[in-house]
C-alpha cells in the first residue's frame, strides 16, 4: 500500500501519540520502585495500593486518560486514511492532539487546575475534526 503525503503524516503523528501513551507510565513505575523496592513494585499483589507522591497518583490517571482516549483516536485517523478523507486540517488535528495530550500529561500530573480540561477539550475538538471529515467524506 503506498500512502500520500498527507496519510503518511497522520501515521507518523499517529505513532508519536501511541508511543507518548505508552511511555507515560515509565515515570510511575520508577517511583513505585523507589517507594516499595524492585521486588515488591514488580510483583505488587494490591495494585491498589497508592503511591506515596501525590505526583505519581495524577500521572497514573494521566496515563489512564491518555490509553481511554487513544482508543478513540486512533480508530479516528486510521478511518481518515482509509476513507480518503485526510487533508491539512486532518493533519493540524493530528499534529494539535499529540501537543495536547503531552501538555494533558505535563499539566495533570504537576497538578495545575484549569489548564487540563482545556487541554482535555483541545484534544476532543481534534478527535471531531477526524470525525467530521470521515463523515462528511461517507
Known amino acids: ?16 501519540t501511541v508511543v507518548l501513551t505508552a511511555l507515560i507510565w ?10 516499595m523496592g ?9 495494585p491498589d495500593l497508592a503511591a506515596k507522591r501525590q505526583w505519581a497518583n495524577r500521572m ?13 483516536f486512533a480508530p479516528l485517523v486510521l478511518v ?7 487533508s491539512d486540517l486532518t493533519l493540524m488535528a493530528c499534529v494539535v492532539y499529540f501537543f495536547a495530550r503531552l501538555a494533558h500529561a505535563i499539566v495533570y500530573t504537576l497538578g495545575i487546575p484549569i489548564i ?4 482535555f477539550t483541545i484534544g476532543f475538538i481534534c478527535q471531531m ?3 467530521v471529515a470521515i463523515l462528511s467524506a461517507i
Not at 515509565?26 to 520502585?33: A, D, Q, S
Not at 524492585?38 to 494490591?46: E, F, I, K
Not at 481518515?80 to 485526510?86: F, H, K, P
Request: overall charge negative; aromatic content about 10%; proline content about 8%.
Open 26 to 35: 515509565v515515570p510511575y513505575i520508577l517511583n513505585r520502585i523507589v517507594e
Open 38 to 46: 524492585l521486588v515488591p513494585a514488580v510483583y505488587n499483589p494490591q
Open 129 to 131: 475534526v477526524l470525525a
Open 60 to 72: 497514573f490517571r494521566a496515563h489512564a486518560n491518555a490509553v481511554e482516549n487513544l482508543v478513540v
Open 80 to 86: 481518515v486514511i482509509m476513507a480518503g478523507a485526510s
Open 1 to 16: 500500500m503506498t500512502l500520500e503525503p498527507l496519510e503518511a503524516q497522520q501515521l507518523l503523528w499517529l505513532t508519536y
Open 116 to 119: 487540563r480540561p482545556f487541554l
